[in-house]
């Protein structure tokens, strides 16, 4: 069985020590980096499946670091900081994290974040083979469709990139047309852990998301927020 590897990026060795620690001792294998640009030699040069980054960092910081990500990736990653506030983990999640830790943070709530994010991501990036069956998966409302086994979703014909959870929010939407999920739903759902203050982080994908498959996400065609109830996937 291959390991799943995760790079930490942290400018206190002493951090990047103790994590490398908790997520050994669960079979995973660690990558270390010390600021941001250390972070995007090493993706240039493993096969990395997760990144768990502190946003406090000398020469290039988390939040651009994360961008840069994205510009090319999908992979997962989380954010690590020791500011707490709303406002900072908004930020990071419209830089484009899939989840956000506070310093000081809990071993075993860091530990279960990391497989949560690292098993959506497995999923995610498992492409179908050339043993499976020829029948796909696919699901679609209007110009909107995604193929469960290729993992692809398309509007109007064009291919859409998703990270993760991103795909994993759509997916729920998506095979549930007409139905409406709270944002506590949606959070246990796809995070796979009891929903607490997740109504900015849901937020925030959803945004990301409608960004990515509407037209004019201002006005949205497929993905509808019922007010006061959650969000929802037209039927067409």
Same mark, same amino acid.
């Given at each position: 069985?291959?390991?799943?590897?995760?790079?930490?990026? %942290? $400018?206190?060795?002493?951090?990047?020590?103790?994590? %490398?620690?908790?997520?050994?001792?669960?079979?995973?294998? !660690?990558?270390?980096?010390?600021?941001?640009?250390?972070?995007?030699?090493?993706?240039?040069?493993?096969?990395?499946?997760?990144?768990?980054? $502190?946003?406090?960092?000398? +020469?290039?910081?988390? @939040?651009?670091?994360?961008? +840069? &990500?994205? /510009?090319?990736?999908?992979?997962? #990653?989380?954010?690590?900081?020791?500011?707490?506030?709303?406002?900072?983990?908004? @930020?990071?999640?419209?830089?484009?994290?899939? $989840?956000? #830790?506070?310093?000081?943070?809990?071993? @075993?709530?860091?530990?279960?974040?990391?497989?949560? /994010?690292?098993?959506?991501?497995?999923?995610?990036?498992?492409?179908? $083979? /050339?043993? +499976?069956?020829?029948?796909?998966? &696919?699901?679609?409302?209007?110009?909107?469709? =995604?193929? /469960?086994?290729?993992?692809?979703?398309?509007?109007?014909?064009?291919?859409?990139?998703?990270?993760?959870?991103?795909?994993?929010? =759509?997916?729920?939407?998506?095979?549930?047309?007409?139905?409406?999920?709270?944002?506590?739903?949606?959070?246990?759902? !796809?995070? +796979?852990?009891?929903?607490?203050?997740?109504?900015?982080?849901?937020?925030?994908?959803?945004?990301?998301?409608?960004?990515?498959?509407? #037209?004019?996400?201002?006005?949205?065609?497929? @993905?509808?927020?019922?007010?006061?109830?959650?969000?929802?996937?037209?039927?067409?």
């Amino acid at each position: 069985m291959i390991k799943n590897t995760v790079l930490v990026v %942290d $400018d206190d060795k002493e951090i990047v020590d103790a994590i %490398d620690i908790y997520l050994r001792n669960e079979g995973i294998n !660690v990558i270390k980096a010390y600021d941001g640009i250390e972070a995007l030699e090493a993706l240039m040069e493993k096969d990395i499946h997760l990144i768990l980054m $502190d946003i406090m960092m000398p +020469k290039m910081d988390g @939040l651009r670091t994360t961008m +840069k &990500i994205r /510009q090319e990736k999908n992979i997962p #990653i989380i954010l690590i900081s020791a500011k707490s506030e709303d406002t900072d983990k908004i @930020l990071g999640l419209n830089m484009g994290a899939d $989840d956000y #830790i506070t310093k000081p943070f809990n071993p @075993l709530e860091l530990i279960a974040r990391v497989k949560s /994010q690292l098993r959506r991501y497995t999923v995610f990036g498992n492409y179908s $083979d /050339q043993n +499976k069956a020829e029948t796909t998966s &696919i699901v679609s409302s209007g110009g909107l469709s =995604l193929n /469960q086994d290729t993992k692809e979703v398309l509007v109007d014909g064009e291919i859409i990139k998703l990270t993760a959870t991103e795909f994993g929010i =759509l997916e729920l939407l998506l095979t549930n047309q007409g139905r409406v999920f709270s944002i506590d739903e949606i959070y246990e759902k !796809v995070w +796979k852990e009891p929903s607490y203050n997740a109504e900015n982080t849901v937020a925030v994908h959803i945004r990301r998301i409608r960004e990515k498959i509407e #037209i004019n996400p201002k006005e949205p065609k497929y @993905l509808k927020v019922v007010w006061g109830i959650g969000y929802k996937i037209e039927k067409y």
